[in-house]
C-alpha cells in the first residue's frame, strides 16, 4: 500500500463524513440540543457543589453544572458513535460500503479511516458545545480546552470502535434504533457522567462495580481530568484497551470469511 494512496484514501473518507454531516443540519442540531438539554434543565435542579478529586489527593469543590460537563461532552461522542455506525448499515445496504471495502486498500485501513473521520465530526460538535457552554456561565480553565483534545480524540475512537462493533452485527437498518437504545442508555445511565462514583455506592454496590468497569466512565474520567489540565493514566490506559478490544472485534466483525457477515450470509 502506497503511501499516497493511503492518504488519499483517507482523505477522501474524511472528507466525505465532513460534506455529509455539514449537509445534514439536524442532525449537528441534534447534537447541541441533546446535551444543552441535560445542563440548562437537569443540572438546574442539582444547584450544588461536590467534592470531586480532579487534583488528587486533595478534593476540588466544583459546580454540578461543571461536574456534568465532562459527562455530556462524552454524551455527544457516544451518539456520534452510534450516528456513525447507523450510516455504515445505511451504506452496507445502499451498496456504497461494498465499493469501498472491495477497493485494494486493506479492510482494516479503510475501516480506521472511516472511525477516524467520525472522531473529527465528534470533536467539532464537542467544541461548539464548549462554546455554548461558556456563554452560559460554565467555563474550564482555558488550557484546558487544549489539554482535553488528545483525551477527546482518544474516547471518540473508542466509542466509534464501539458504534462500528455494533454495525458489524446488525444487518438491517430496521433493527438499528432498538439495539441503539439498549446499548446507549446502560452505558450513559452506568457511568460517572451524571454522578461520581461515590454517590452511586451510596445506594448499590452493584451499580458502582459495574459504572467502575463501564469503559464510558473512564473515558469521562480521562476527559474530566484532562480539561483541568490533567492526565488521569489509569482511565487512559482503560479506554485505551477498550479502544483495542472493539476495533479489533470491528475488523473481524467486517471480514467476510471469519466475521458476522459472513455468518450471517
Known amino acids: 500500500m502506497a503511501m499516497m494512496h493511503a492518504l488519499r ?8 463524513e465532513l ?6 443540519r439536524e442532525r449537528f442540531a441534534s447534537a447541541l440540543v441533546r446535551p444543552l438539554v441535560w445542563l440548562f434543565i437537569f443540572a438546574a435542579g442539582f444547584r450544588s457543589t461536590l467534592g470531586v478529586a480532579i487534583s488528587p489527593p486533595y478534593e476540588t469543590y466544583i459546580l454540578y453544572e461543571e461536574y456534568i460537563t465532562p459527562g455530556l461532552l462524552g454524551m455527544i461522542q457516544l451518539f456520534n458513535g452510534m450516528q456513525s455506525s447507523l450510516s455504515m448499515v ?13 477497493s485494494p486498500l486493506p479492510r482494516w485501513f479503510l475501516l480506521t479511516s472511516k472511525l477516524v473521520a467520525g472522531v473529527f465530526v465528534s470533536v ?9 457552554a461558556w456563554f452560559y456561565g460554565v467555563e474550564a480553565p482555558l488550557f484546558g480546552y487544549l489539554t482535553v483534545l488528545p483525551a477527546l480524540l482518544l474516547s471518540g475512537l473508542m466509542l ?27 452505558t ?33 474520567e480521562m476527559i474530566r481530568f484532562a480539561l483541568y489540565g490533567q492526565f488521569n493514566g489509569y482511565a ?17 466483525g467486517y471480514n467476510p470469511s471469519k466475521g458476522m457477515l459472513h455468518r450471517k450470509g
Open 9 to 16: 484514501a483517507l482523505n477522501g473518507i474524511v472528507l466525505r
Open 19 to 24: 460534506y455529509r454531516f455539514v449537509h445534514q
Open 90 to 102: 445505511y451504506d452496507r445496504e445502499m451498496g456504497s460500503m461494498k465499493t469501498l471495502l472491495v
Open 124 to 132: 467539532l460538535q464537542v467544541y461548539a458545545f464548549l462554546v455554548v
Open 160 to 186: 466509534g470502535a464501539l458504534g462500528l462493533l455494533l454495525s458489524s452485527w446488525i444487518r438491517q437498518l430496521e433493527n438499528f434504533a432498538g439495539v441503539m437504545n439498549f446499548v446507549i442508555f446502560p
Open 188 to 220: 450513559f445511565f452506568l457511568s460517572t457522567a451524571l454522578y461520581p462514583l461515590w454517590k452511586l455506592q451510596e445506594s448499590s454496590e452493584f451499580l458502582t462495580a459495574l459504572a467502575a468497569y463501564n469503559p464510558f466512565s473512564q473515558a469521562v
Open 236 to 252: 487512559s490506559a482503560f479506554t485505551g484497551v477498550a479502544l483495542a478490544l472493539c476495533l479489533v472485534l470491528a475488523i473481524l
